[in-house]
């Protein structure tokens, strides 16, 4: 028989946050460690990889009991994929609140440039015809208060 040489994860044991904004974030994945590991039928902790690896010896006669062996491999396979299960829900959750909160942010931007368009947005024609029509009032005021100031009382008895 040949022996198989132990599996290692390699990888780092914390995961980064991804801020959200607003002052939110969420966790952005979840490490090796905590999916790959769980407790064992028995009670005493193991990983997945361990737990397939002893399944495969089980499966090449390496021990006593060969089938019981493999049976208990298979409960604790079992547990394992459970726990993994468990892991993909929650990254399953945290992509859900991602896309809640990028969601709620595209609705909020397009709500601020409704408001914002109705509040404080200009009809450029209208403006300027209204800026041309006060030019024109102006320039006539001016013009008729220029003629009404030059006239005074001796010029009219006169």
Known sequence: MRSMPPAIYV???SSAELPLGAGQSVTRSITGPAFLSFNAAGGSATDLM??????????QGASADPAGAAGNALADLKTGLDTLTTGQTVI???????EVTDDRRVNLSELRSSEEADLGSTDLATTLAQLQETMTVLEASQASFSRLASLNLFDQLT
């Open 11 to 13: 990888g780092t044991a």
């Open 92 to 98: 399953g959750t945290r992509l859900a609140w991602i």
């Open 50 to 59: 361990a737990v397939v690896k002893n399944l495969a010896a089980a499966l």
